[in-house]
């Protein structure tokens, strides 16, 4: 486990308790932070692999968590759940990547066998279209789309956070992360001759 500054080892706060809470008691007691890191830095790292690879996604999800440590003063104890923060930190940290992660969805999309993707793909689409066709599809249109566009889209898809969630991560109003989702949605659905691959997992409004 990736050590972050300040936290010494698991926190030994019950589960039922808030992030906010955790946040709120690690300003005393940063050990308690440890309970954070606990809670969501499997979903950071799987959420950064997805974007960037295995490698980078230690990097990013390592420094995700020793930004939101230092940052924690600052966090709104009105939001009980602090995935969204998190997700904020890691695509503002995937952001200083983004001709990286273009390059990755590019190179995915001629891989005969994209197993990178697998997860990403909705099962219904994989039977209409074929598994192999269609990720390698996603993934050059994914690498098409617009960093604030790919954004929205891979932390509602990807992250699995909601509409608002989405909006509190990226600092932009709910009905922005609505019209860029309707557009990067557009987008995936031509690259796939009319098939939404996250159709699935869309936040409800």
């Known amino acids: 486990m990736t050590v972050v500054p300040g936290v010494r080892t698991r926190a030994e706060t019950p589960r039922e308790d808030s992030d906010a809470r955790v ?8 050990e308690q932070f440890a309970l954070l890191f606990d809670r969501h830095a499997d979903a950071v790292h799987r959420y950064a692999s997805r974007r960037l690879g295995a490698e980078a996604a230690e990097d990013v999800m390592a420094e995700t968590f ?11 104890g009105e939001r009980a759940d602090a995935r969204p ?3 904020g930190i890691a695509t503002n940290l995937i952001g200083r990547h983004r001709r990286a992660e273009a390059r990755r969805f590019k190179a995915l999309a001629l891989v005969p066998a994209p197993v990178e993707l697998e997860e990403a793909v909705d099962d219904r689409a994989v039977a209409r279209a074929g598994a192999y066709g269609v990720r390698r599809e996603i993934a050059a249109a994914l690498a ?3 960093a604030r566009h790919r ?12 509409y ?3 909006a509190q991560a990226l600092g932009i109003p709910v009905g922005t992360v609505r019209s860029r989702l309707h557009r990067a949605r557009s987008r995936l659905r031509e690259a796939l001759g009319g098939s939404d691959p996250t159709a699935s997992r869309e936040a409800r409004p």
């Open 66 to 76: 020793t930004t939101a440590f230092r940052l924690r003063h600052r966090y709104d």
């Open 144 to 146: 098409g789309l617009s």
């Open 85 to 87: 923060w998190l997700f």
């Open 164 to 166: 608002e969630e989405a």
């Open 151 to 162: 954004d929205v889209i891979l932390l509602i898809a990807w992250a699995g956070l909601d």
């Open 23 to 30: 946040i709120e008691r690690s300003r005393d007691e940063p």
